[in-house]
DNA sequence: ACTAACGGATAACGCCGTTAACCAGTCCTA
DNA sequence: TAGGACTGGTTAACGGCGTTATCCGTTAGT
């Protein structure tokens, strides 16, 4: 009886494959420990609970897709670096339908110490330099931000989810909005004006 | 022994009532049976599954969301409109998060003559009707309307997940993108260029 | 009032997450 | 190199939950 070799990684990677495939919510151990070729109390020694594992891979998840938007915004600035930073986005989302997912579903950190915010902080670094390209007034920085994040995450959700019925060309649609977004932070930007 | 009077609906309501209490992941059986003062097998009378009990919540919940926008829509046009609109349904989402989750994960039809169609389509008419008021071109229609729902729902989704973390005002933040996507939308009319 | 259908309850099954007990392989040390 | 502790698997078993089968009291129709 040769051993398996498990390790956190491994379990957690097997776990992150698995979840794109099947979806967030189809997760199981049973799944997991099938594909390491074991069986499932054999990972419960290198994972604490299905709850442990889901939130591994959701810290795997965030800090791959922080690097995936700071590699594509590397470089660009302002309207370029709009577009490829939310393509990046929307490309990860399609990849990692799953681990996306579970990202989402563990962004409220459990404790102080949970290694998910270092990797959502540098997902909001990245958006927040990318919208310094813009000279935003330091006040409309956050709501930019926040809504920035609303329309990119509202759209890959959507998307991920077959919410777009409509057979109008998808791509079209998030080029669309991508342009619109960055005209509009244009506006902002040369009118000072706060409006209403 | 009084019987209690089941119908399908009114553990449907029973059960939309506790999805926003206890939240759309933990929906049991159980929870629902106890709150009805009733046995768990007693639902199976009236509900095929917990699969169905949920399809009925997202269905009753997607007809209310619907009404909601209509009602705060009716009577407005343009500006006035899309904030009413868009207040109306982060209301919504902030006093129903658990009737929003199951909406949203049933947005996938089962069927052709599956009832979560017509509720949707006429959240989709009201957002249509509403943008008509911008007087957009009508290839643009379909994009616009995909990046409203898109921000919006990223935007509520977001906050019941509490994903805005930073002390700001998401008051402000979610009138600001408001207004945002209002001018923006404005500027498209205005200026009939399709860019790029 | 009698009867059939309806709508509950109890009992039991199966799947899944989890824990306990056990045992083989690995590695450090004498 | 032999022994022993630790590591990392296995099998067995528990508990919770969704679900089904069976049964029985209630209700409605003739």
Redesign the pocket.
């Known amino acids: 009886?040769?051993?398996?070799?498990?390790?956190a990684l491994s379990v957690t990677e097997a776990g992150a494959a698995l979840i794109d495939e099947i979806g967030f919510e189809k997760?199981?151990?049973?799944?997991?420990?099938e594909r390491l070729?074991?069986?499932?109390?054999?990972?419960?020694?290198?994972?604490?609970?299905?709850?442990?594992?889901a939130h591994r891979i959701a810290v795997r998840a965030m800090a791959e897709f922080a690097d995936a938007i700071r590699d594509a915004i590397q470089g660009r600035a302002g309207s370029d670096a709009l577009a490829a930073g939310a393509q990046a986005m929307r490309t990860y989302v399609r990849e990692h339908p799953g681990q996306y997912a579970a990202g989402d579903a563990a962004s409220r950190p459990t404790g102080p110490d949970d290694p998910i915010i270092p990797a959502v902080e540098r997902v909001v670094a990245s958006w927040a330099a990318m919208l310094r390209g813009y000279h935003l007034d330091s006040s409309q920085e956050i709501h930019a931000l926040r809504m920035l994040r609303s329309a990119l995450h509202g759209f890959s959700t959507l998307e991920a989810a077959g919410g777009f019925q409509i057979d109008a060309s998808v791509d079209d649609s998030f080029t669309w909005m991508i342009d619109f977004l960055d005209r509009g932070l244009h506006a902002v930007t040369s009118s000072s004006t706060v409006a209403r």
Chains 1, 2 share one sequence.
Not at 1 to 7: E, G
Not at 27 to 33: D, N, P
Not at 39 to 52: F, R
């Open positions: 009886m040769p051993r398996a070799r498990l390790t997760l199981s151990m049973g799944l997991v420990a070729g074991v069986k499932t109390p054999a990972l419960y020694k290198h994972v604490t609970s299905q709850a442990d594992l």
